[in-house]
Protein backbone atom coordinates (compact mmCIF):
# COMPACT_ATOMS: atom_id res chain seq x y z
CA UNK A 1 0.00 0.00 0.00
CA UNK A 2 1.43 3.40 -1.34
CA UNK A 3 0.56 6.70 1.04
CA UNK A 4 0.51 10.28 -0.85
CA UNK A 5 4.35 11.19 0.63
CA UNK A 6 5.89 8.00 -1.15
CA UNK A 7 5.65 6.00 2.16
CA UNK A 8 4.78 2.04 1.41
CA UNK A 9 3.35 -0.68 3.80
CA UNK A 10 3.80 -4.17 4.02
CA UNK A 11 0.50 -5.84 2.70
CA UNK A 12 -0.61 -8.77 4.54
CA UNK A 13 0.19 -12.26 3.23
CA UNK A 14 -2.46 -13.68 1.12
CA UNK A 15 -3.33 -16.99 1.38
CA UNK A 16 -4.71 -18.94 -1.54
CA UNK A 17 -7.58 -20.25 -1.40
CA UNK A 18 -8.66 -23.93 -2.80
CA UNK A 19 -11.33 -26.40 -3.27
CA UNK A 20 -11.83 -28.99 -0.59
CA UNK A 21 -10.30 -32.07 -1.59
CA UNK A 22 -12.99 -33.92 -3.27
CA UNK A 23 -13.85 -38.24 -3.35
CA UNK A 24 -12.56 -40.21 -6.39
CA UNK A 25 -15.66 -40.94 -8.89
CA UNK A 26 -15.77 -44.53 -7.90
CA UNK A 27 -15.99 -43.78 -4.10
CA UNK A 28 -18.60 -41.15 -5.04
CA UNK A 29 -20.55 -43.45 -6.86
CA UNK A 30 -20.09 -46.06 -4.21
CA UNK A 31 -20.86 -44.45 -1.39
CA UNK A 32 -24.34 -43.55 -3.21
CA UNK A 33 -24.94 -46.99 -3.85
CA UNK A 34 -24.38 -48.31 -0.49
CA UNK A 35 -26.65 -45.48 1.20
CA UNK A 36 -29.43 -46.09 -2.04
CA UNK A 37 -28.59 -50.09 -1.06
CA UNK A 38 -29.14 -49.69 2.77
CA UNK A 39 -31.99 -47.79 2.43
CA UNK A 40 -33.46 -49.97 0.17
CA UNK A 41 -32.93 -53.11 2.42
CA UNK A 42 -34.47 -51.22 5.13
CA UNK A 43 -37.61 -51.14 3.45
CA UNK A 44 -37.99 -54.87 2.02
CA UNK A 45 -37.06 -55.64 5.49
CA UNK A 46 -40.46 -53.64 6.85
CA UNK A 47 -42.07 -55.07 4.53
CA UNK A 48 -41.74 -58.22 5.09
CA UNK A 49 -42.59 -57.28 8.75
CA UNK A 50 -45.35 -55.96 7.92
CA UNK A 51 -46.84 -59.33 6.05
CA UNK A 52 -46.01 -61.10 9.45
CA UNK A 53 -47.72 -58.47 11.32
CA UNK A 54 -50.52 -58.36 9.42
CA UNK A 55 -50.86 -62.36 9.75
CA UNK A 56 -50.44 -62.23 13.40
CA UNK A 57 -53.44 -59.39 13.53
CA UNK A 58 -56.22 -61.31 12.70
CA UNK A 59 -58.76 -59.36 13.48
CA UNK A 60 -57.01 -56.18 11.58
CA UNK A 61 -57.47 -53.22 14.35
CA UNK A 62 -53.56 -52.85 14.34
CA UNK A 63 -51.86 -54.08 17.00
CA UNK A 64 -51.60 -57.98 18.25
CA UNK A 65 -52.58 -59.00 21.64
CA UNK A 66 -51.17 -61.94 23.11
CA UNK A 67 -53.72 -64.11 22.55
CA UNK A 68 -53.50 -63.08 18.68
CA UNK A 69 -49.23 -63.84 18.84
CA UNK A 70 -50.20 -67.11 20.78
CA UNK A 71 -52.23 -68.51 18.28
CA UNK A 72 -50.40 -67.82 15.35
CA UNK A 73 -47.30 -69.41 16.90
CA UNK A 74 -49.05 -72.62 17.83
CA UNK A 75 -50.07 -73.39 14.54
CA UNK A 76 -47.04 -75.02 14.17
CA UNK A 77 -45.23 -75.26 18.19
CA UNK A 78 -46.32 -76.21 21.02
CA UNK A 79 -45.51 -72.38 22.61
CA UNK A 80 -46.47 -71.97 26.29
CA UNK A 81 -48.24 -68.79 27.35
CA UNK A 82 -45.80 -67.85 29.10
CA UNK A 83 -43.04 -67.65 26.48
CA UNK A 84 -45.36 -65.67 24.42
CA UNK A 85 -46.04 -62.98 27.61
CA UNK A 86 -42.27 -63.23 28.36
CA UNK A 87 -41.77 -61.77 24.16
CA UNK A 88 -44.34 -58.96 24.90
CA UNK A 89 -42.94 -57.85 28.08
CA UNK A 90 -39.56 -57.23 25.89
CA UNK A 91 -41.47 -54.78 23.40
CA UNK A 92 -44.60 -53.57 24.80
CA UNK A 93 -43.25 -50.15 25.59
CA UNK A 94 -46.50 -48.89 26.73
CA UNK A 95 -47.44 -51.98 28.68
CA UNK A 96 -50.88 -52.08 27.28
CA UNK A 97 -50.39 -56.14 26.65
CA UNK A 98 -50.63 -54.99 23.10
CA UNK A 99 -48.41 -54.62 20.51
CA UNK A 100 -48.28 -51.91 17.67
CA UNK A 101 -46.46 -52.33 14.44
CA UNK A 102 -43.22 -50.52 15.51
CA UNK A 103 -42.89 -52.23 18.84
CA UNK A 104 -43.87 -55.56 16.21
CA UNK A 105 -40.62 -55.04 14.93
CA UNK A 106 -38.65 -54.01 18.20
CA UNK A 107 -39.78 -57.45 18.97
CA UNK A 108 -38.16 -58.89 16.55
CA UNK A 109 -34.93 -57.40 15.88
CA UNK A 110 -35.01 -56.87 19.79
CA UNK A 111 -31.26 -57.89 21.21
CA UNK A 112 -32.56 -60.03 24.23
CA UNK A 113 -34.22 -61.76 21.90
CA UNK A 114 -31.13 -63.83 20.77
CA UNK A 115 -31.20 -66.91 22.99
CA UNK A 116 -34.99 -67.14 23.14
CA UNK A 117 -37.06 -67.09 19.76
CA UNK A 118 -35.36 -64.15 17.87
CA UNK A 119 -34.23 -67.32 15.74
CA UNK A 120 -38.12 -68.21 15.19
CA UNK A 121 -39.08 -64.46 13.47
CA UNK A 122 -35.18 -64.69 12.00
CA UNK A 123 -36.36 -67.56 10.20
CA UNK A 124 -39.94 -66.80 9.57
CA UNK A 125 -38.49 -63.60 8.35
CA UNK A 126 -35.93 -64.70 5.46
CA UNK A 127 -38.06 -68.26 4.47
CA UNK A 128 -41.59 -68.42 5.10
CA UNK A 129 -42.72 -65.40 3.32
CA UNK A 130 -41.67 -67.29 -0.09
CA UNK A 131 -44.79 -68.02 -2.16
CA UNK A 132 -47.55 -70.28 -0.79
CA UNK A 133 -47.45 -74.14 -2.25
CA UNK A 134 -50.48 -75.59 -3.23
CA UNK A 135 -52.46 -76.80 -0.16
CA UNK A 136 -51.21 -74.40 2.34
CA UNK A 137 -53.63 -71.76 1.89
CA UNK A 138 -51.76 -69.34 4.17
CA UNK A 139 -50.61 -71.87 6.47
CA UNK A 140 -47.75 -69.83 9.03
CA UNK A 141 -44.40 -72.36 9.71
CA UNK A 142 -43.37 -70.61 12.53
CA UNK A 143 -39.43 -72.40 12.00
CA UNK A 144 -36.55 -72.44 15.25
CA UNK A 145 -33.40 -72.48 14.06
CA UNK A 146 -31.17 -74.84 14.06
CA UNK A 147 -29.66 -74.64 17.01
CA UNK A 148 -32.80 -73.02 18.77
CA UNK A 149 -34.86 -76.13 18.29
CA UNK A 150 -32.75 -78.68 19.21
CA UNK A 151 -32.99 -77.67 22.48
CA UNK A 152 -36.51 -76.55 22.92
CA UNK A 153 -37.30 -79.78 25.00
CA UNK A 154 -34.74 -79.49 27.78
CA UNK A 155 -36.06 -75.60 28.00
CA UNK A 156 -39.46 -77.36 28.92
CA UNK A 157 -37.79 -78.95 32.14
CA UNK A 158 -39.49 -77.35 34.89
CA UNK A 159 -39.43 -77.86 38.60
CA UNK A 160 -42.97 -75.67 38.97
CA UNK A 161 -45.08 -77.84 40.39
CA UNK A 162 -42.06 -80.11 42.27
CA UNK A 163 -42.58 -83.39 40.27
CA UNK A 164 -44.17 -85.42 43.53
CA UNK A 165 -45.87 -88.32 41.73
CA UNK A 166 -43.17 -90.86 41.57
CA UNK A 167 -41.44 -90.34 44.37
CA UNK A 168 -44.25 -90.57 46.49
CA UNK A 169 -45.35 -93.93 44.67
CA UNK A 170 -41.82 -95.00 45.65
CA UNK A 171 -42.58 -93.79 49.25
CA UNK A 172 -45.31 -95.91 49.42
CA UNK A 173 -43.50 -98.78 47.75
CA UNK A 174 -41.11 -99.16 50.81
CA UNK A 175 -43.84 -98.86 53.29
CA UNK A 176 -45.20 -102.41 52.79
CA UNK A 177 -41.45 -103.94 52.43
CA UNK A 178 -40.50 -102.36 55.85
CA UNK A 179 -43.59 -103.69 57.57
CA UNK A 180 -43.24 -107.26 56.54
CA UNK A 181 -39.20 -107.00 57.41
CA UNK A 182 -40.26 -105.60 60.68
CA UNK A 183 -42.96 -108.26 61.47
CA UNK A 184 -41.20 -111.03 59.51
CA UNK A 185 -37.24 -111.05 59.27
CA UNK A 186 -36.16 -112.10 55.90
CA UNK A 187 -40.06 -113.02 54.86
CA UNK A 188 -39.66 -110.08 51.68
CA UNK A 189 -37.21 -112.96 50.25
CA UNK A 190 -40.32 -115.11 49.29
CA UNK A 191 -43.43 -112.37 49.48
CA UNK A 192 -44.09 -114.55 52.58
CA UNK A 193 -45.10 -111.80 55.08
CA UNK A 194 -48.48 -111.07 55.55
CA UNK A 195 -48.99 -108.00 53.38
CA UNK A 196 -46.90 -109.42 50.75
CA UNK A 197 -49.33 -112.54 50.77
CA UNK A 198 -52.07 -110.52 50.38
CA UNK A 199 -50.87 -107.74 47.60
CA UNK A 200 -48.79 -110.27 45.31
CA UNK A 201 -50.52 -111.78 42.25
CA UNK A 202 -51.12 -115.14 42.52
CA UNK A 203 -53.12 -116.47 39.47
CA UNK A 204 -54.79 -118.98 41.73
CA UNK A 205 -56.51 -116.06 43.84
CA UNK A 206 -56.96 -113.67 40.42
CA UNK A 207 -60.72 -113.14 41.54
CA UNK A 208 -59.18 -110.98 44.28
CA UNK A 209 -58.64 -107.94 41.40
CA UNK A 210 -56.92 -105.77 43.31
CA UNK A 211 -54.02 -107.59 42.89
CA UNK A 212 -53.63 -106.80 39.51
CA UNK A 213 -51.85 -103.51 40.83
CA UNK A 214 -50.82 -104.15 43.97
CA UNK A 215 -48.39 -106.60 43.03
CA UNK A 216 -46.16 -103.59 42.51
CA UNK A 217 -46.01 -103.02 45.86
CA UNK A 218 -44.24 -106.16 46.40
CA UNK A 219 -40.07 -106.94 45.84
CA UNK A 220 -38.42 -110.50 46.82
CA UNK A 221 -35.32 -108.90 48.52
CA UNK A 222 -33.32 -105.61 49.03
CA UNK A 223 -32.21 -106.05 45.52
CA UNK A 224 -35.45 -105.95 43.82
CA UNK A 225 -36.89 -102.90 45.66
CA UNK A 226 -33.48 -100.26 45.32
CA UNK A 227 -32.65 -101.61 41.38
CA UNK A 228 -36.42 -100.88 40.81
CA UNK A 229 -36.76 -97.85 42.45
CA UNK A 230 -33.97 -96.08 41.20
CA UNK A 231 -34.69 -96.67 38.40
CA UNK A 232 -38.06 -95.28 38.51
CA UNK A 233 -36.62 -92.35 40.25
CA UNK A 234 -33.62 -91.51 37.75
CA UNK A 235 -35.33 -92.40 34.37
CA UNK A 236 -38.71 -91.01 36.03
CA UNK A 237 -38.20 -87.54 37.64
CA UNK A 238 -36.85 -86.02 33.98
CA UNK A 239 -40.17 -87.22 32.85
CA UNK A 240 -42.44 -85.41 35.07
CA UNK A 241 -40.27 -82.44 34.78
CA UNK A 242 -41.58 -81.72 31.23
CA UNK A 243 -44.72 -83.94 31.25
CA UNK A 244 -46.04 -83.42 34.84
CA UNK A 245 -47.08 -85.90 37.24
CA UNK A 246 -50.18 -87.23 36.10
CA UNK A 247 -49.17 -88.22 32.29
CA UNK A 248 -46.11 -89.97 33.83
CA UNK A 249 -48.29 -91.69 36.57
CA UNK A 250 -50.97 -92.56 34.32
CA UNK A 251 -47.82 -94.45 32.05
CA UNK A 252 -46.88 -95.90 35.09
CA UNK A 253 -49.85 -97.52 36.26
CA UNK A 254 -50.75 -98.78 32.57
CA UNK A 255 -47.41 -100.75 32.83
CA UNK A 256 -48.22 -102.41 35.41
CA UNK A 257 -51.39 -103.65 34.70
CA UNK A 258 -50.03 -104.45 31.34
CA UNK A 259 -47.74 -106.53 32.88
CA UNK A 260 -49.90 -108.41 35.18
CA UNK A 261 -52.70 -109.25 32.49
CA UNK A 262 -50.26 -110.22 30.17
CA UNK A 263 -48.56 -112.25 32.90
CA UNK A 264 -51.92 -113.62 33.59
CA UNK A 265 -52.88 -114.60 30.04
CA UNK A 266 -49.28 -115.95 28.60
CA UNK A 267 -47.68 -117.29 31.65
CA UNK A 268 -50.31 -117.94 34.26
CA UNK A 269 -48.35 -120.14 36.17
CA UNK A 270 -46.26 -117.30 37.37
CA UNK A 271 -46.64 -115.28 40.90
CA UNK A 272 -45.61 -112.27 39.90
CA UNK A 273 -44.58 -109.74 42.23
CA UNK A 274 -42.55 -105.71 41.95
CA UNK A 275 -43.19 -103.18 39.98
CA UNK A 276 -41.00 -104.25 36.76
CA UNK A 277 -43.49 -103.77 34.24
CA UNK A 278 -44.70 -99.87 35.86
CA UNK A 279 -40.55 -99.23 35.54
CA UNK A 280 -40.53 -100.72 31.86
CA UNK A 281 -43.22 -98.30 30.83
CA UNK A 282 -41.58 -95.35 32.04
CA UNK A 283 -37.87 -96.64 30.61
CA UNK A 284 -39.81 -96.83 27.15
CA UNK A 285 -41.96 -93.60 27.51
CA UNK A 286 -38.28 -92.07 26.53
CA UNK A 287 -38.63 -93.82 23.29
CA UNK A 288 -42.09 -92.97 22.99
CA UNK A 289 -41.16 -89.03 23.67
CA UNK A 290 -38.14 -88.87 21.22
CA UNK A 291 -40.67 -90.43 18.45
CA UNK A 292 -43.00 -87.30 19.27
CA UNK A 293 -40.28 -84.74 20.06
CA UNK A 294 -37.34 -85.68 17.67
CA UNK A 295 -36.42 -81.92 16.28
CA UNK A 296 -36.73 -80.43 19.35
CA UNK A 297 -34.74 -82.79 21.74
CA UNK A 298 -30.86 -82.14 21.89
CA UNK A 299 -29.20 -85.54 20.51
CA UNK A 300 -32.17 -87.32 19.70
CA UNK A 301 -30.28 -90.20 18.29
CA UNK A 302 -28.36 -91.38 20.84
CA UNK A 303 -30.59 -91.07 23.41
CA UNK A 304 -32.33 -93.59 21.35
CA UNK A 305 -29.68 -95.79 21.50
CA UNK A 306 -29.36 -95.53 25.13
CA UNK A 307 -32.92 -96.13 25.89
CA UNK A 308 -33.17 -98.99 23.32
CA UNK A 309 -30.01 -100.15 25.00
CA UNK A 310 -31.34 -100.21 28.04
CA UNK A 311 -34.19 -102.17 27.17
CA UNK A 312 -32.49 -105.04 25.00
CA UNK A 313 -30.18 -105.47 27.77
CA UNK A 314 -32.67 -105.55 30.68
CA UNK A 315 -35.24 -108.16 28.67
CA UNK A 316 -32.10 -110.13 27.55
CA UNK A 317 -31.20 -110.66 31.00
CA UNK A 318 -34.57 -111.16 32.16
CA UNK A 319 -35.01 -113.84 29.35
CA UNK A 320 -31.51 -115.61 29.73
CA UNK A 321 -32.60 -115.87 33.98
CA UNK A 322 -35.76 -117.31 33.26
CA UNK A 323 -35.07 -119.94 30.27
CA UNK A 324 -30.98 -120.49 29.99
CA UNK A 325 -30.06 -120.28 33.69
CA UNK A 326 -30.57 -122.80 35.81
CA UNK A 327 -30.49 -120.62 39.48
CA UNK A 328 -33.90 -121.71 40.74
CA UNK A 329 -34.58 -118.06 42.01
CA UNK A 330 -34.46 -117.29 38.29
CA UNK A 331 -37.75 -119.89 37.63
CA UNK A 332 -40.10 -117.20 38.79
CA UNK A 333 -38.96 -114.00 36.67
CA UNK A 334 -41.38 -112.28 35.00
CA UNK A 335 -40.39 -111.88 31.94
CA UNK A 336 -43.74 -111.16 29.81
CA UNK A 337 -44.46 -108.50 32.60
CA UNK A 338 -41.26 -106.67 31.11
CA UNK A 339 -42.47 -107.10 27.90
CA UNK A 340 -45.53 -105.96 28.62
CA UNK A 341 -45.33 -102.96 30.34
CA UNK A 342 -42.41 -101.74 27.73
CA UNK A 343 -45.34 -102.04 24.88
CA UNK A 344 -47.37 -100.50 27.34
CA UNK A 345 -45.03 -97.39 27.81
CA UNK A 346 -44.65 -96.49 24.37
CA UNK A 347 -48.11 -97.08 23.51
CA UNK A 348 -49.92 -94.69 26.46
CA UNK A 349 -46.87 -92.59 26.11
CA UNK A 350 -47.27 -91.71 22.49
CA UNK A 351 -51.08 -91.19 23.48
CA UNK A 352 -50.65 -88.53 26.44
CA UNK A 353 -46.93 -87.17 26.59
CA UNK A 354 -46.41 -83.13 25.32
CA UNK A 355 -45.71 -82.83 21.86
CA UNK A 356 -44.02 -79.71 21.29
CA UNK A 357 -44.66 -80.04 17.61
CA UNK A 358 -47.28 -81.75 16.46
CA UNK A 359 -47.16 -82.95 13.03
CA UNK A 360 -49.79 -84.43 10.88
CA UNK A 361 -48.83 -88.27 10.85
CA UNK A 362 -48.31 -88.15 14.21
CA UNK A 363 -51.94 -87.63 15.01
CA UNK A 364 -52.55 -90.67 12.87
CA UNK A 365 -49.84 -92.54 14.88
CA UNK A 366 -51.60 -91.66 17.97
CA UNK A 367 -54.67 -92.99 17.18
CA UNK A 368 -53.11 -96.15 15.92
CA UNK A 369 -51.34 -96.92 18.80
CA UNK A 370 -54.43 -96.20 21.38
CA UNK A 371 -56.93 -98.75 19.23
CA UNK A 372 -54.53 -101.33 19.23
CA UNK A 373 -53.05 -101.32 23.01
CA UNK A 374 -57.20 -100.58 23.99
CA UNK A 375 -57.91 -104.01 21.75
CA UNK A 376 -55.24 -105.94 23.35
CA UNK A 377 -55.97 -104.77 26.71
CA UNK A 378 -59.66 -105.69 26.53
CA UNK A 379 -59.03 -108.79 24.65
CA UNK A 380 -56.99 -109.75 27.51
CA UNK A 381 -59.61 -108.31 30.26
CA UNK A 382 -62.10 -111.03 27.51
CA UNK A 383 -59.75 -114.16 28.25
CA UNK A 384 -59.76 -113.89 31.67
CA UNK A 385 -63.31 -113.59 32.02
CA UNK A 386 -64.20 -116.04 29.46
CA UNK A 387 -62.02 -118.75 29.44
CA UNK A 388 -61.24 -119.76 33.05
CA UNK A 389 -59.95 -123.25 31.63
CA UNK A 390 -56.70 -121.34 31.13
CA UNK A 391 -55.83 -120.42 34.34
CA UNK A 392 -54.82 -122.82 37.25
CA UNK A 393 -58.26 -123.69 39.32
CA UNK A 394 -59.31 -120.86 41.99
CA UNK A 395 -57.97 -121.17 45.39
CA UNK A 396 -60.96 -119.48 48.32
CA UNK A 397 -59.01 -120.42 50.78
CA UNK A 398 -59.25 -117.89 53.44
CA UNK A 399 -56.26 -115.64 54.10
CA UNK A 400 -54.64 -116.16 57.26
CA UNK A 401 -54.52 -112.46 58.78
CA UNK A 402 -53.25 -113.20 62.24
Known sequence: MEFLDGRKTKSAPTTPTTDPPTKPSYLRTFSTFSRMSTESERVRRRQRYKRIFDEC???????????????????????????????????????????????????????KLTPLFRGAFTKYVETIVPPRRIGQKGRIRVALEEDQSDLAYEQEFSCCPPPIGLPIMALITVIPFIIDEYLEPNSTLSASGK????????????????RFFTYMFVHIGYTHLVVNLLVLLVLG?????????????????????????ATSVIDPQIKLGGASGGVYAII??????????????????YQMIIFLGI????????????????????????????????????????????????DRWEVYF?????VIFGMVMGSMIVIEVAWPSHFPPMDYTPMDVS
Not at 195 to 210: F, H, Q
Not at 237 to 261: N, T
Not at 332 to 358: M, P, S, T
Open 57 to 111: DRNGDGVVTAKELYKTLRKEHNIAHHVVFQLLDLADKDGNGELTFDEFQILIEHP
Open 195 to 210: LGRWLLYDPARRYEVW
Open 237 to 261: LPLEMVHKSWRVLSIYFAGVLAGSL
Open 284 to 301: TAHISTLILNWKQTAFAF
Open 311 to 358: TVVDLGTACYGRFISSNSSSEQIGVVAHLAGAVAGICVGIDILRNLEE
Open 366 to 370: KWITL
